[in-house]
């Protein structure tokens, strides 16, 4: 098949890179399993099923998808998971010299690499921030209308009750509008505190602390521990890691890319 033949002549490239070959490099297996994905037709290049052998693609400008999921073919797209420390800022620069992010990556930062935080955690929370050079996807990832899951475990001032919690999930009214709550469940309960999980699909300023103490439950503590299916799992504050084929394909699928 010639790239004349195909729709796209900017993906589908005669100069193009053998479409095994791309995703064998990009760690989806052997090129010889991936040659069996292609006959099995499960490739799809900008939509487009693919089953013939032997096809070259424009790796910049093609969309590869293994089972309905996309791969990252581009070497130069970038997506890190990061354990923001309490008492750290989420900027990439903080103008009063307080830490901050931006500390973390000023490395890649200095080789060139254009980083976005995807939302913003207040400094007094650790827990789950994603970084990524891609500008749609973080953009993506932060409105609400895409509907990512967020998820919390607040620590909070006294017993919250199953009241309270059917109050919240049937939506709570801010000074700035309403909020949706996902879910809301009580994890665990001391004297005179509760540990809550909490999920929301938007990210306004202190949205979990104005939320709760509206509620009568004001926050000690906040942590995010996931965003869609990316798990903050046991990374340690201040530690950042590159997520994998998976966490990726499901990001890019959850916001529709
Ligand atoms: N909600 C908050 O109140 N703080 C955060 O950092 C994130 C969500």
Not at 136 to 147: N, V
């Amino acid at each position: 098949m010639t790239g004349a033949a195909l729709p796209d002549t900017a993906t589908f490239s005669e100069d193009g890179v053998r479409l095994q070959k791309v995703l064998a490099r990009a760690g989806v297996g052997s090129r010889r399993v991936c040659e069996q994905m292609i006959d099995q037709g499960r490739i799809e290049v900008n939509g487009q099923r693919v089953k013939v052998q032997g096809m070259r693609i424009d790796p910049a400008t093609a969309v590869v998808k293994v089972d309905g999921m996309r791969v990252m073919i581009t070497e130069d797209l970038v997506h890190l998971a990061l354990n923001k420390p309490r008492g750290w800022q989420s900027t990439m620069q903080d103008e009063m010299n307080r830490p901050c992010v931006g500390d973390l990556v000023a490395e890649r930062i200095a080789a060139g690499q254009r980083l976005f935080h995807v939302g913003r955690l207040d400094a007094e929370t650790e827990g789950l921030l994603l970084l990524t050079n891609d500008g749609e996807l973080a953009h993506r990832l932060m409105h609400p209308s895409y509907k990512v899951r967020k998820t919390y475990l607040a620590n909070v001032e006294g017993m919250m009750s199953r009241a309270t919690e059917r109050e919240m999930r049937a939506g709570v009214e801010l000074e700035d509008g309403p909020v949706e709550i996902d879910e809301i469940t009580t994890v665990d309960m001391n004297e005179g505190s509760s540990l809550v999980k909490i999920v929301l699909h938007e990210g306004r300023k202190h949205i979990v602390r104005r939320l709760l103490e509206h509620v009568g439950h004001p926050v000690t503590e906040l942590v995010r521990t996931q965003i869609g299916t990316v798990q903050l799992g046991e990374q340690r504050p201040g530690t950042m890691r590159v997520l994998n084929r998976q966490e990726v394909g499901n990001l890019y699928k959850e916001v529709g890319l």
